[in-house]
């Protein structure tokens, strides 16, 4: 087994919650993409077996696979634990000759690490052989702006070959989000009325209902614009939003995913555009500055400025200690006859998954009232669907190993989803837009609610 998986970052909670039961899953699934050692880079003074311990405890209970000791016996004799402070560069020379010992010459890395690290490992890097010829995968955030992400960009891009950059947006993982090409071009009912003529809104909602944690260093400079919504929200609605592709390769994706970014109509009125929340209760998380302005919340109205969405609001929202762990698209179809109420089209993300249509009926009886009826098609309910289905990030793992791309987010995608979040934090800075407190366990602040209704709007849950 001439083939290394490396962890930076291997006794941090990604690794643990995520990354090491997505790799017992593809393990036991015995697929062809397990042929690899799983190297484990951490600066604890643990032996191989005391970090399988830890392990077993985080598999049982996040594996989608059930857990079985001989399984986890097979598992663990993949991983090794490599004792280094990567953040020292002279320690790499070590790390390489244990490759060279164990004859280890094709290379897949993991930085599951804070991005002022990415730099310094690749640095550190040049002293393994083959490094620079192996693939990389960048936990996000990309950069802490537009500035530091481009640089960070170069110097990646001065190591690893533009093609074995795959940076990650686990989003991009879930079956749901992957199922919204399906959804909307192979059933004419959507596919031939998905646009700005049928349809009245789009809203993306994303709601968490857990705080900052133990992620405050990082959170209090960040905020749920940066955190949320210049990856992962920005990138399903590229999704949502793409013009139908003439191929469907990675590249014709790509290139109809970054169209849609790049018309992204930039915002003259803030006030009419934005509104910022931050919890009760969030000035005294830890690490959290007393006086902190830090939005935890996020509401978005904006545009896309090409034929096929002219004028449609496309409504983004997403926020920390929400009433509920929810993330789902709904599309709002315009009303054709008053008396009715519109049709509406919803894909859940997580935590369930699955496809919930309403539309009219009439109601039963002698009368010629119309009701609403509803069809759920509830995909993480069945138990073989579960089983079967990897989890977001087993599945970008696998695609990371076989080159598939089509499943990570593009530099040039990166780059242009920065450009529109800074655009819009200059603008709010500017005008002295306000941090609107809410309550935990709520929808958000009502001038969310507000926004929506002075565009005769509401959201959809």
Known sequence: MNRAFTIFGGTGDLTFRKLMPAWYNITTANAAESDFRIVIIGRRDYSTEQYCELVRE?????????????????????ITYFKMD???????????????????????????????????????????????????????????????????????????????????????GKEMVRNI?????????????????????????????????SRGNYYDTSGALKDMVQNHLFQILSIVAMEWPEHFSTQAMHDAQLRVLKSLRRVKDIRDSLILGQYKGYRQEKNIA????????????????????????FYIRTGKKLKCREMQIA??????????????????IQPNEG?????????????????????DFVQSSSFVNKINTPEAYER?????????????????????????????KNLYRWDKLPVFAYEQGTDGPVEAENLLKRFGHAWVF
């Open 58 to 78: 985080w598999i049982k209970q996040f594996a989608r696979l059930p857990y079985d000791e001989a399984a986890f016996d097979r598992f663990c004799q993949r």
């Open 290 to 313: 007393p006086d902190s302005a830090t939005e935890t919340y996020a509401a978005l109205r904006l545009f896309i400025d090409n034929e096929r969405w002219w004028n449609t609001p």
């Open 396 to 424: 970008l793992i696998t695609a990371c190993v076989r080159g598939e791309r089509s499943w990570f987010s593009q530099w040039d995608q990166i780059e242009t989803s920065w450009e529109f979040v800074e655009h819009l």
């Open 181 to 213: 090409q399906t959804i909307r071009f192979t059933n004419p009912i959507f596919a031939n009325l998905w646009n700005s003529q049928y349809i009245e809104s789009v809203q993306i909602s994303a709601f968490e209902d857990l705080g900052v944690g």
């Open 86 to 172: 990567f953040s020292d560069l002279v320690e790499y020379e070590r790390l390489a000759q244990f490759y060279s010992k164990e004859n280890i010459t094709e290379h897949i890395f993991y930085f599951a690490v804070a991005p002022a690290f990415f730099a310094v490992i690749a640095n550190g890097l040049k002293a393994v052989d083959n490094a620079g010829s192996g693939k990389v995968i960048l936990e996000k955030p990309f950069g802490e702006n537009l500035e530091a992400a481009k640089k960070l960009n170069i110097q990646l891009e001065e190591f690893f070959p533009i093609e074995n950059i795959y940076r990650i947006d686990h989003y991009l």
């Open 331 to 348: 599309i709002v179809f315009r009303q054709t006859f008053i008396a009715a109420s519109r049709n509406i089209l919803i894909i859940k």
């Open 355 to 375: 496809v919930h249509l309403q539309f009219n009926v009439k109601k039963p009886g002698g009368t010629d009232e119309i009701t609403q009826a509803k069809m």
